[in-house]
């Protein structure tokens, strides 16, 4: 029997098939070391400076967090970390970096292993070799140091924090000459302030953020006006306004126009953290500045905000000239382009949110016009947004203003069109009976559709639309569908299907109204996959199998199900039984089949298979052999 290669052309993972790399791994070469003496692996990293290749250090330093669990906690600290020390100096930043990536993780396993002890050498070695790594000369180190500070500072108590942690950061600013670290001091600020806490924020780091505004370098002041998100959140909206308003205030009217698009971009933010009168009063004046700044490039920036920022309001609160500005957006594409179209086009729904439904005749035109843009990524974003427009606006207006707007992108391109798949049942649901009837079609035509992607999005809403139908809807249209997808040429499409049917076949004794008719007929057809020729069929059977042994009555599980599944297990082709293995034993794991006999039995014999991955996925144990056997991934 040939296997079938199709499954293999898609980027969804497929069937349950151990995946080897034929890529050679590196391996030093032996001049690097004395071949004729076996080192351990703590010798090996102490004579790491004799090899004189970067490539053989990194090789050897790659395992330092597993060589200290290896050793344990007083070698570690007796002999490797002495080593931490000429590691920072090494003259190839590979090696540097190799080692600072793995700290955070050495620091778990000191705890871990000696909570006192460890936490000393955590303050006493880790942290000053990630203090010095920070000001490193390469950004690739400063980066890692500074990614492992914020993970090394989640493990400080916070009576050391300021000390040990927020020190670096004050000690980033001590040079003028160095631009680079005062922007990664404003960035790690804001990165740490959840774990420095409200105490050291609302003095030292309003203090540090002051330094870093009056900055002569206005990389450093766009980076304050980048970072302010997580502190905002810590010293919440009254300290916010008293400290961080004042500052952000005055970026927005910087020299450089890089700073105030900074602020542009971080409005919301802000505006996340103030009250309502704050924001109608002094934001509102902000963003009348941003928007009409000399700047090109501020005023785009504040126009792509702009909806953002009225998703922040309350409702009837909203400034008129805030909601004029954004309906001019929308049609002004001479003055703010398509990438602002499309910014108008992503917050739709947060305006029509914040405006409310009552309000839809002021936004009907606009969204009329949004939708017939001929920029693709609008109408995409709007085909996406489709059924959350429609749940802010109920059934009546939806039926008397939408219905259009999707049957357009129904026809649309394919990247349009996939909006309105993607989210099809809950767009239909908001239907009455009657129209959503009309629409029957449209679920057998995707599901035959050419794009697989397609099919793969509609099995996965099978369950949802079998809900919004009548008994008579699904036996003619849906359950149709289900016996051609689950057959589907396209592993990721039958995928889909796995964890479905099931709960259609638990909806017959519910409301699909206990018919036995249409339920025996899927379940024959399901049953007949056990038995199908094409060997990826018998392979769908096993999965359904798994999909579906929890969502069954036993009765109906065993006899429709498990009987066949056991059969399976003699089956001819390795990929069926290496599947069949998977299964049983994901039921013997359950607890209702636990102490099956007939499933016992099977997984022993399944451990004593030629077939290397039925072995292992039976629960077995490998023996190599002499002979070469071929593996489940091998024809049969």
């Known amino acids: 029997e040939k296997k079938d290669i199709s499954d293999q052309m898609w980027t969804f993972p497929t069937e349950d098939v151990d995946e080897t790399d034929d890529h050679p791994i590196y391996q030093p070469e032996e001049a690097s070391l004395d071949s004729d003496v076996e080192l351990g692996p703590l010798e090996r990293i102490e004579g790491y400076w004799s090899l004189t290749t970067p490539l053989d250090r990194c090789y050897f330093m790659r395992d330092f967090l597993d060589i200290a669990k290896s050793v344990g906690y007083e070698t570690t600290v007796n002999s490797l970390f002495p080593i931490l020390q000429d590691i920072q100096y090494d003259n190839d930043a590979g090696v540097r ?66 000390e040990h942690i927020f020190s670096i950061l004050y000690d980033l600013t001590s040079d003028e000459k160095h631009e680079e670290h005062h922007v990664e001091s404003a960035t790690l600020l804001n990165e740490l302030a959840p774990i420095l806490g409200y105490d050291i924020c609302s003095t030292s780091g309003i203090e540090l953020y002051i330094k870093l505004e009056k900055s002569s370098h206005f990389r450093v002041r766009k980076a304050v006006a980048s970072n302010i998100e997580n502190i905002c959140s810590v010293l919440g909206p009254d300290k916010t306004k008293e400290t961080i308003l004042p500052l952000f205030t005055g970026l927005c009217e910087d020299s450089i126009w890089g700073v105030r698009k900074a602020c542009a971009e971080s409005l919301v933010v802000i505006s996340t953290y103030m009250d309502s009168e704050t924001r109608n009063s002094r934001l509102v004046t902000i963003f009348k500045g941003l928007i009409q700044d000399k700047s090109r490039w501020v005023r785009s920036a504040a126009f792509q905000a702009l909806g953002h920022f009225i998703s922040t309001f309350e409702g009837d609160n909203l400034d008129s000239f805030l909601f004029e500005s954004y309906l001019d957006m929308a ?150 569908s289900i016996f051609c997808l689950i057959r589907d040429d396209v592993a990721a499409v039958r995928a889909g299907l796995y964890n479905t049917i099931g709960l259609i076949l638990a909806d017959f004794d519910t409301t699909l109204g206990g018919t036995t008719e249409g339920k025996q007929e899927l379940l024959d057809n399901i049953k007949s996959m056990a038995f199908d020729k094409p060997y990826k069929h018998r392979i769908t059977f096993t999965k359904l199998c798994i999909g579906t042994y929890d969502q069954l009555s036993t009765n109906l599980y065993e006899t429709e199900f498990l009987l066949p599944l056991l059969k399976l297990a003699s089956d001819k082709v390795p990929n069926v039984r290496a599947c069949v293995a998977k299964a049983l034993a994901t039921l013997n794991n359950a607890e209702y089949y636990a102490d099956d006999e007939r499933i016992t039995e099977k997984l022993e014999e399944l451990q004593k298979d030629s077939d290397r991955d039925v072995v292992l996925l039976s629960g077995g144990t490998w023996v190599k052999t002499p002979k070469e056997v071929p593996t489940a991934c091998d024809e049969e």
């Open 97 to 162: 970096n190799i080692v600072l990536s793995q700290l955070p993780d050495v620091s778990d396993f000191l705890l871990e292993t000696e909570e006192d002890g460890g936490y000393l050498h955590i303050v006493s070695t880790i942290i000053p070799h990630i203090r010095a790594s920070i000001k490193d000369i390469s950004a690739e180190i400063r980066q890692s140091a500074m990614d492992a500070l914020i993970d090394v500072a989640k493990l400080i108590k916070n009576e050391d924090l300021n």
């Open 331 to 480: 049609v002004e594409t001479k003055e703010f382009g398509n990438d602002n179209v499309y910014s108008c086009a992503y917050n739709f729904p947060a305006v029509l949110h914040t405006i409310g439904a009552e309000r839809w005749d002021e936004l009907s035109e606009v969204y009329s016009t949004l939708v017939s843009n001929e920029a693709v990524k609008v109408r995409r974003s709007l085909s996406f947004s489709l059924h959350v427009i429609a749940d802010i606006l109920g059934q009546e207006v939806v039926e008397e203003s939408l219905i259009s707007t999707f049957d357009i992108f129904l026809k649309d391109l394919s990247e349009v069109r996939i909006g309105v798949i993607t989210n099809l049942a809950q767009f239909l649901k908001i239907l009455c009976p009657e129209t959503r009837s009309k629409y029957l079609n449209i679920i057998k035509d995707i599901a035959e559709s050419e794009d697989w992607r397609f099919r793969r999005l509609i099995t996965l809403q099978l369950h949802e639309l079998s809900k919004l139908y009548e008994p008579e809807f699904v036996f003619s249209t849906i359950i149709p």
